[in-house]
T-cell receptor
Framework: DSGVTQTPKHLITATGQRVTLRCSPRSGDLSVYWYQQSLDQGLQFLIQYYNGEERAKGNILERFSAQQFPDLHSELNLSSLELGDSALYFC?????????????FGSGTRLTVV | GNSVTQMEGPVTLSEEAFLTINCTYTATGYPSLFWYVQYPGEGLQLLLKATKADDKGSNKGFEATYRKETTSFHLEKGSVQVSDSAVYFCALSSGGYNKLIFGAGTRLAVHP
């Protein structure tokens, strides 16, 4: 157990639907990062939150949004889903001052859009 | 912008063979460099890191040296095992907020 918990592990949904992926960071970590891993695009950075505030944005579609709550867990919302959104979605967390050296990844949520 | 390029896989080796996975990067400033490993069905785990030029990161028999002059961070292991079969990702971090940028990943398959 890495300490970062992602739920659900698997999700199958239809095109046009909306889903929410959840991430609980490792205890004490204030930063949360979301990544998308697909076969043709590799591992793409989506967005980062630090202590509830958005800090960096990557290749995140307008149909996607995220937030980090006061208890530091984060949710990634994906709407108007398309077949191409099928991928593994990873969350990672890190503590103050550790930066990437302290990145801990969750086991991911596998999203299948049918 | 910043980017990481890895050799394409899959890389298929016999047990006890020597492993090299090439990684080069493009970045402004002085990035930190990382290798992550992803075993089947799992998330990414940090394998090793180097934070400045000429640093050598090492872990579990794997090594990589930060070469600023060639902008490279090649991963090596002298004798691979079947249990090393996984996908290996080279990554860099530069600038604020410590965002990691990954290479495409290289799949390694080691056969007995």
């Amino acid at each position: 157990d890495s300490g970062v918990t992602q739920t659900p592990k698997h999700l199958i949904t239809a095109t046009g639907q909306r889903v929410t992926l959840r991430c609980s960071p490792r205890s004490g970590d204030l930063s949360v990062y979301w990544y998308q891993q697909s076969l043709d695009q590799g591992l793409q950075f989506l967005i980062q939150y630090y202590n509830g505030e958005e800090r960096a944005k990557g290749n995140i579609l307008e149909r996607f949004s995220a937030q980090q709550f006061p208890d530091l867990h984060s949710e990634l919302n994906l709407s108007s889903l398309e077949l191409g959104d099928s991928a593994l979605y990873f969350c990672a967390s890190s503590a103050i001052g550790q930066g990437p050296r302290g990145y801990t990844f969750g086991s991911g949520t596998r999203l299948t859009v049918v | 912008g910043n980017s990481v390029t890895q050799m394409e896989g899959p890389v298929t080796l016999s047990e006890e063979a020597f492993l090299t996975i090439n990684c080069t990067y493009t970045a402004t400033g002085y990035p930190s460099l990382f290798w992550y490993v992803q075993y089947p069905g799992e998330g990414l785990q940090l394998l090793l890191k180097a934070t400045k030029a000429d640093d050598k990161g090492s872990n579990k028999g794997f090594e990589a040296t930060y070469r600023k002059e060639t902008t490279s961070f090649h991963l090596e292991k002298g004798s691979v095992q079947v249990s090393d079969s996984a996908v290996y990702f080279c990554a860099l971090s530069s600038g604020g907020y410590n965002k990691l940028i990954f290479g495409a990943g290289t799949r390694l398959a080691v056969h007995p």
